[in-house]
Each structure stands twice: as structure tokens, then as C-alpha cells.
């Protein structure tokens, strides 16, 4: 339970675990994107999902820390958040990219063949694709042994830090991290509904 800044560097170098034995993925988290809450918590941020306060979609935001919240974006592709505020206060981490560690086989065969390894999982949709993290997945208890879904923490090296992708509200925030030189890392697209360079808090 911590701020979403902290909560996504110490993300970077985690293992994210899922399936079952027979059947498991896992993965070294490489780069992640910070987002806070409403406009009267402590971390307002109106490109987050919570910025207008809970609805039934993204309730699970607003705690406990440590659950998963999934999402369709633009209706299609899921998305997987790790939820990182005090019971009541909206934030979590959006995991943007991870390198496949162990069942590439399986993350292969979910991806397509043709898929590089260090794109299996780059990019949110891809990494949920890869890992078989699907909308059953949300509210789940990453730090529960039993889940489906499971995180382990781990240490980071060096982390560096820029603008969130494809966000038209609050562009400039160095909120996104992820893990110098390794070749899984998304390429930065600015939305172009964002303000202009400099102008976007």
C-alpha cells in the first residue's frame, strides 16, 4: 500500500505468474505506467479510469492494495493493473510490457508464431494475450499463493522514467517506467488528442 510513483518503480523486475502448473507463464515485468485517482484524493489524475470516482467498472481501483484490475481498452484487448492504494483511495500500476521467462511455448502459441520473443508480451493487451489474463481475472489477489494470477516482488536495476502512452489528459507526467536497454519496452506513442509538448500537466 503505497503511492502509485513508488508502487510502480518497485513493480519493475517482479514476477508475474499465471495459470496453472501444467499450463503457466511466467514473466519479468519490464515497464509499467503509474495512475492516481479522483480530483480530491491525493494523487488527482484525470487520465485515470477512477478520476470521476467508483463506478461498477472500476471499484476494485479503490482498493485493497494488491488486486488486479482488468480492463478493455477501445473494447477489445484486456488490461492488467496492479492496484496500490489504501482501502478507499483510488491507484494503481498498469502493466505495459514483460519478457517471457518460462512457458515461451505457450505465450507463442497465444501470440501467433510469427511473434519476435521480446514482442510477445510488449504492450498492455499483449502481456494479458500472452499470459491468458482475461476479464475473469479482476479483483484477483496477486499476493494470494492459490490465485491464478500471482506476483512476486524483486529488485529493479536501473529504471528510467517519461510520459504515459496514448493518454490525452495530463501527457507530460513522467509517470511511465520501465527497465534501460531491454529490448521488450514499448515504443512511446503520444496521443494526438494530448495538448501540445509542455502544456499537458
Same mark, same amino acid.
Given at each position: 500500500m503505497v503511492d502509485p510513483l513508488t508502487a510502480a518503480r518497485r513493480l519493475l523486475g517482479a514476477q508475474l505468474e499465471a495459470g496453472e502448473a501444467a499450463g503457466e507463464v511466467s514473466a519479468t515485468i519490464v515497464e509499467v505506467e503509474a495512475y492516481g485517482g479522483p480530483h480530491d484524493g491525493p494523487w488527482p489524475d484525470p487520465a485515470s479510469h477512477s478520476f470521476r470516482g467508483p463506478n461498477g467498472r472500476n471499484v476494485v481501483m479503490f482498493g485493497p492494495a494488491g488486486r488486479l484490475y482488468t480492463y478493455r481498452s477501445h473494447g477489445i484487448h484486456v488490461c492488467a493493473? &496492479? &492496484?496500490c492504494g489504501p482501502v478507499g483511495t483510488a491507484a494503481? &500500476? =498498469? =502493466?505495459r510490457a514483460a519478457a517471457i521467462e518460462e512457458g515461451v511455448g505457450l505465450a507463442r502459441a497465444r501470440r501467433g508464431a510469427a511473434v519476435r520473443g521480446r514482442a510477445l508480451a510488449?504492450?498492455?493487451g499483449n502481456l494479458c494475450s500472452a499470459l491468458a489474463i482475461t476479464m475473469d481475472d479482476y479483483g484477483? $489477489? =496477486?499476493? $494470494?499463493? !492459490? !490465485?491464478? &494470477?500471482r506476483l512476486?516482488?524483486?529488485a529493479a536495476p536501473a529504471v528510467a522514467d517519461g510520459p504515459r502512452v496514448g493518454v490525452s489528459q495530463a501527457a507530460d507526467r513522467a509517470w511511465r517506467f520501465w527497465l534501460a536497454d531491454r529490448p521488450e519496452v514499448s515504443a512511446y506513442r503520444r496521443s494526438p488528442r494530448a495538448p501540445a509538448h509542455g502544456t499537458s500537466d
Open positions: 493493473n &496492479v &492496484v494503481a &500500476v =498498469l =502493466l510488449r504492450g498492455p484477483t $489477489d =496477486l499476493f $494470494d499463493p !492459490s !490465485s491464478r &494470477v512476486r516482488l524483486g
